[in-house]
């Protein structure tokens, strides 16, 4: 083998990865993301996951997608850890679709429809048809995803001859032999075969450069056997990096993946190697092709399958064990769209699940205020997964409520709607901006930096305000209290005043040298997030105070109103703002 089969060789490979990913990317956009709705919809029961996951993962050939998309759904909270484990299960088996179409190239025959099968042949044709497909036929997108999958296969073949030739000269190395000689120890073999998959990140790809490696036949059933093992496993590497970040289940899914893997190989190491010792098995030494590897993957995941399907139980309890702590479940309220045919039934149960939305962005609001003070990676992880449950409640709801609203509604019903809209909006950005807050507390932490005793006591005042704020929004939210919605805009002023002050003081801090850039930008940002959190509790106080107001006081619209309020007409406002200002705003004067 000289230098220009090596090259060739890398080129081949090159080539196979290309058609591999591009296939693969080809057949995610064909779904449309119709693939994951239908992860969501069918796990009802183990089987019908392994069935699943089995026909996800052959239609886009990658075992790692499919766990992925696991990984996504149990972090958002759309499945729970168990619904996912069949499913993974069935992926293993779907991602053997690639190497049973990579076996085509072992078709022997003089008839014309089967030698167009062979992938030297094959592999143009679809190369040339994917290409007119996916660049000059511009009119539909979808074809030009047909295109590209076509595009994707040809490659696929092409690589894979073009691999098969550039080491057809192997077989005469000595050299060579020897190292496959080595894999007949099987935890190397293992290794190796974990190794290659993990770095390309593909079973599938490193199943199709084994295929191709079988033609110089030095492969036999002993080495084969770890190799696939190995294969198994190294494809893992792409859900954990997924799950890095993600919540205690998702990892949990991430980690069913890699358990499911290990105990597969090692039962099947032990009974296939100690049955070998006892028995000399006679297919041992048999040199392999494209068929039998494919065959033998297939094989070995549907085995690895039946052995494990029983104690998919078992499976949870062990990585709920491996990666111990608190589920991070949280309970969001699913609505029930059978409620929809009694509107006044189905509008009070969304109104308590904008509740629970508003006492999620509460939580996640004390989370990052603690942070500040007292940095815990235990406290964001829970941010952060409840941020996720608020997120998808969010969705939920405006399905939910924009289903309503082709009932026949009456008006109060309709205004109800209408509220309930606008306040699950801004509950949903006060959490969104608690997020933020732990973002700077984050970035502090991570920095080693922190501010002085007097900004960090002019915060605290600060995010005190901010706090009762919010308590008082969500309170006078659930109990529709009239009394507490005219305390929220009297406090916002105040935050506004606050915020407003400890900007100037800190910009002069900054041009006299006291403070850092890098601080001062964090304190910043933390007044304009705290500000917007009371901005958006204002606006919910307000919904409420205008549906408790009496109709025959005829409120004026929101901005004429609260410039009514802030002019000084209002002597119960003013007594509120003082009130607040004593509070909060005069401790912080005299640290000036």
């Known amino acids: 083998m000289n230098a220009t089969d090596v090259i060739t060789l890398i080129g081949a490979i090159a080539t196979f990865l290309f058609g591999m990913s591009t296939m693969t990317d080809g057949l995610e956009k064909l779904s449309s993301g119709r693939l994951e709705g239908i992860l969501e919809r069918l796990t009802s029961n183990v089987f019908k996951g392994v069935l699943l996951g089995a026909l996800v993962t052959g239609l886009i050939q990658s075992s790692a997608a ?44 003089d008839n014309v429809f089967l030698a167009l099968l062979k992938p030297s042949i094959l592999g143009p044709l679809l190369a040339a048809v994917g290409i007119v497909l996916f660049m000059f036929l511009k009119g539909s997108s979808r ?42 120890n099987p935890l190397l073999g293992i290794l190796v075969g974990a190794a290659v998959t993990a770095l390309i990140q593909s079973s599938s790809a490193s199943m199709g450069i084994l295929q191709a490696v079988s033609s110089t036949g030095v492969v036999s059933f002993h080495i084969a056997i770890p190799l696939i093992m190995g294969q198994n496993i190294g494809t893992c590497i792409t859900a954990l990096l997924s799950a890095i970040g993600a919540s205690k289940n998702a990892k949990r899914t991430a980690m069913v993946h890699l358990l499911f893997n290990i105990i597969g190989t090692l039962f099947f190491l032990v009974v296939l190697y100690a049955g070998n010792a006892l028995f000399h098995f006679p ?3 048999d040199v392999m092709n494209r068929g039998s590897i494919a065959n033998l993957h297939l094989s070995f995941n549907v085995a690895c399958t039946l052995l494990l399907l029983p104690f998919n139980r078992v499976l949870v309890k062990i990585v709920e064990t491996l990666v111990p702590g608190d589920t991070g479940t949280i309970d969001i309220n699913p609505l029930d769209e059978r409620f929809l045919s009694s509107p006044a039934v189905a509008l009070e149960h969304a109104r308590a699940a904008v509740i629970n939305m508003g006492t999620m962005a509460r939580d996640n609001y004390r989370l990052a205020v603690e942070l500040l003070s007292d940095y ?63 973002e700077s507390a984050t970035a502090l ?59 100037n003081r800190h910009i002069e801090r900054l041009k006299s040298g006291a403070c850092t850039i890098e601080l001062g930008t964090q304190f910043l940002e933390l ?66």
């Open 445 to 503: 932490h991570s920095r080693d930096i922190a501010f002085s005793p007097v900004a960090s006591r002019e915060l605290r005042y600060l995010t005190d305000a901010v706090g009762k704020a919010v308590d008082t929004t969500l309170a006078c939210y659930a109990g529709r209290d009239h009394a507490l919605s005219m305390q929220v805009e009297p406090l916002e002023e105040v935050v506004d005043l606050m915020e407003d002050t400890l900007k």
């Open 527 to 592: 007044l304009i997030n705290l500000e917007r959190i009371s901005d958006h509790c204002s606006n919910v106080a307000m919904l409420i105070l205008r549906s408790t107001t009496p109709a025959k006081e005829n409120l004026p619209d929101n901005h004429t109103y609260l410039k009514y309020l802030h002019s000084g007409a209002s002597a119960e406002f003013e007594k509120l703002f003082a009130q607040y200002q004593e509070q909060y705003y005069a401790p912080i004067r005299k640290e000036a």
């Open 376 to 438: 815990d990676d235990k406290k964001l992880e829970r941010l952060h997964e409840t941020e996720s449950a608020i997120d998808k409640l969010e969705n939920m709801l405006d399905s939910y409520l924009v289903k309503l609203t082709d009932r026949a509604l009456t008006q109060s019903e309709s205004n109800l709607v209408s509220e309930l809209l606008h306040t699950l909006t801004n509950f949903e950005r006060i959490g969104d901006y608690s997020v933020n807050l732990s």
């Open 143 to 184: 074809r030009q995803i047909v295109g590209q999958i076509l595009l994707g296969l040809g490659l696929l073949f092409i690589g894979m001859k073009t691999m098969e030739n550039a080491v057809s000269g192997l077989q005469e190395l000595p050299a060579f032999r020897e190292l496959f000689v080595a894999f007949s």
């Open 283 to 285: 297919f041992w030494g």
């Open 66 to 109: 499919t766990t992925v998309m696991c990984v996504g759904f149990v972090n958002a909270g759309i499945m729970k850890l168990p619904q996912t484990v069949g499913i993974i299960m069935g992926a293993n088996i779907g991602t053997t679709v690639t190497a049973q179409l990579l076996r085509l190239g072992d078709i022997s025959s």
